[in-house]
C-alpha cells in the first residue's frame, strides 16, 4: 500500500496522545477515590467498578480506531488491484506435431489440450480477444483474435496431429497475430504490451527455420510474455502401424518414446517473463489452463481507497458513541 498525501499520516500520533489523555483522566478519578474515607462502601463497590472500567474501555478503543483509520484516509491510500485489460489479446499457440497422438494423458495429448483450451475460452472475461495458432512442419494461424468463442471453439475441434515440431517459428509467427490483436496498445511500466501467448507443446523441436530461443527472443522484444505449458510423461509413444510418414506420428514404423521437454520450455517462459507449467494427467491440463483463463489477462493498476478507510472510520465512530451510551460513559 501507498499513500497519495503521506505527512497527512502524522495525524495517527492523535492515537497515543488520546490514550495518554485518557490515562491521565482515568488516574485523576483514582486519586479522588482515594481520598473517599467510607471504607465500607469502597469495598461493596470495588468489584464491580473493575467490570465497569473494562466495558468502560471499549467506546474508547473504538474511538481510537475511528481516529486511525480517519487519519490513513485523509493521506489518499492506494492499493495495488488486478483488473481484466481492456485491450488485452491472448494467443493459444498449440503444438500439433504426430506425438500430440500419444495417449499417455488421456484421451490422447491433444485431445486433453483441446478441452483444456475450451475451458481457457470460459474462464477468461469475455472482452479479451483470443486467436489460435498450431504448429507442425510450420505454423498455421487457424482463429485471428476475436471475442467470438464460437469461431474459436470452431477452430480448436479442427486440429490434429500432423508430423515434426518448428516450436520457433510457432512463436515468431504468434508474436505477429498478438502484434495485430493488440494494434497500438502502449507498453506498461515493465515493457509489457497486453498481449500474451499461451504455448502447449510436448516435445523438442525437430524442424522450422527459428530456434525456441530465437522466438523467445522476438516476444521479448515485442514486450510478450509467454506462457508455457509442458505437456505428457516420459512414457509417451507413438507408431505401431507399419509404414506411414517416416514412422513418426502417423501410425506407422516401430513404437517410439516421446518425451517432453521441459527445459527449453521452461527456458522460453523465463526469456519473456511468463511462467512454465507442467502437465501429466488430463486434470492437470486442465486446471493449469483454468488458472490462466482467470490471470493472463489481468493488469496491475493502483487505486485509491481513501473512501474505503472513510467508511471504516464513521463506522468506528458510530459503535464508539453507541458503546458510550450503553456503558453510560463518555467519549474523551
Not at 82 to 94: D, F, G, H, N
Amino acid at each position: 500500500m501507498t499513500f497519495g498525501s503521506p505527512w497527512f499520516l502524522l495525524l495517527l500520533l492523535l492515537v497515543p496522545a488520546t490514550a495518554v489523555a485518557a490515562w491521565w483522566l482515568e488516574r485523576r478519578r483514582a486519586r479522588y477515590t482515594v481520598a473517599f474515607t467510607n471504607l465500607d462502601v469502597l469495598a461493596s463497590v470495588a468489584g464491580a467498578g473493575r467490570r465497569r472500567r473494562l466495558v468502560a474501555l471499549l467506546p474508547l478503543v473504538l474511538f481510537l480506531l475511528a481516529v486511525a483509520t480517519a487519519s490513513a484516509a485523509v493521506a489518499r491510500p492506494r492499493v495495488a488491484l488486478s483488473e481484466p485489460s481492456s485491450q488485452a489479446t491472448v494467443v493459444l499457440l498449440v503444438d500439433v506435431s504426430g506425438s500430440m497422438r500419444a495417449t499417455d494423458v488421456k484421451p490422447s495429448r491433444l485431445g486433453a489440450a483441446q478441452e483444456a483450451m475450451n475451458l481457457f475460452a470460459e474462464k477468461i472475461p469475455k472482452s479479451v480477444k483470443i486467436g489460435l495458432v498450431s504448429f507442425s512442419i510450420g505454423p498455421e494461424v487457424l482463429v485471428m483474435p476475436t471475442t467470438d468463442r464460437g469461431q474459436l471453439e470452431e477452430g480448436i475441434d479442427l486440429l490434429t496431429p500432423e508430423s515434426s515440431t518448428a516450436l520457433g517459428d510457432g512463436i515468431g509467427e504468434a508474436v505477429q497475430v498478438v502484434k495485430e490483436g493488440v494494434g497500438n496498445a502502449t507498453r506498461d511500466k515493465s515493457g509489457k504490451i497486453p498481449g500474451t501467448i499461451v504455448l502447449l507443446s510436448d516435445g523438442a523441436q525437430t524442424s522450422g527455420t527459428l530456434t525456441p530461443l530465437q522466438g523467445a527472443d522476438l516476444a521479448r522484444e515485442a514486450g510478450i510474455r509467454v506462457f508455457t505449458v509442458v505437456l505428457g510423461t516420459n512414457h509417451g509413444t507413438v507408431g505401431g502401424g507399419g509404414g506411414g510418414f517416416f514412422g513418426f506420428g502417423f501410425g506407422g514404423g516401430p513404437r517410439r518414446n516421446v518425451r517432453p521437454d521441459p527445459v527449453t520450455l521452461a527456458a522460453i517462459a523465463k526469456e519473456t517473463g511468463g511462467q512454465t507449467f507442467r502437465a501429466k494427467t488430463a486434470n492437470k491440463v486442465e486446471t493449469v489452463y483454468k488458472h490462466l483463463g482467470q490471470s493472463v489477462a489481468q493488469r496491475t493498476v493502483r487505486r485509491e481507497v481513501s473512501s474505503w478507510f472513510a467508511a471504516a472510520a464513521a463506522a468506528f465512530l458510530l459503535a464508539s458513541i453507541a458503546a458510550a451510551r450503553v456503558a453510560g460513559g463518555r467519549l474523551p
